[in-house]
């Protein structure tokens, strides 16, 4: 009963191992493009709220938190979108 505990834990760790590498992926990829966006023209409330969401995506990235930096960099590209 133990061993088969242990490999269905086991074989759920390794199947959502690919899922955090598209995330931590999407993260950084993501970071590097919303601060690109950053460089051009928006009204300064979307840039204020881009620089706020693009700061915690950044703090996740520290703590590997991988799924909520893509959420955070998904509300600064929403906040930049507004015109």
């Given at each position: 009963?133990?061993?088969?505990t242990a490999s269905l834990i086991a074989a759920l760790l390794?199947?959502?191992?690919?899922?955090?590498?598209?995330?931590?992926?999407?993260?950084?990829?993501?970071?590097?493009?919303?601060?690109?966006?950053?460089?051009?023209?928006?009204?300064?409330?979307?840039?204020?709220?881009?620089?706020?969401?693009?700061?915690?995506?950044?703090?996740?990235?520290?703590?590997?938190?991988?799924?909520?930096?893509?959420?955070?960099?998904?509300?600064?590209?929403?906040?930049?979108?507004?015109?």
């Open positions: 009963m133990r061993s088969m390794l199947a959502a191992s690919p899922a955090l590498a598209d995330n931590k992926s999407d993260c950084m990829q993501g970071i590097r493009s919303v601060k690109a966006q950053m460089k051009q023209k928006h009204p300064q409330a979307a840039r204020d709220e881009a620089a706020k969401a693009l700061a915690k995506a950044e703090e996740e990235v520290v703590e590997n938190d991988w799924g909520e930096c893509v959420d955070f960099v998904n509300r600064a590209r929403s906040a930049l979108k507004k015109k």
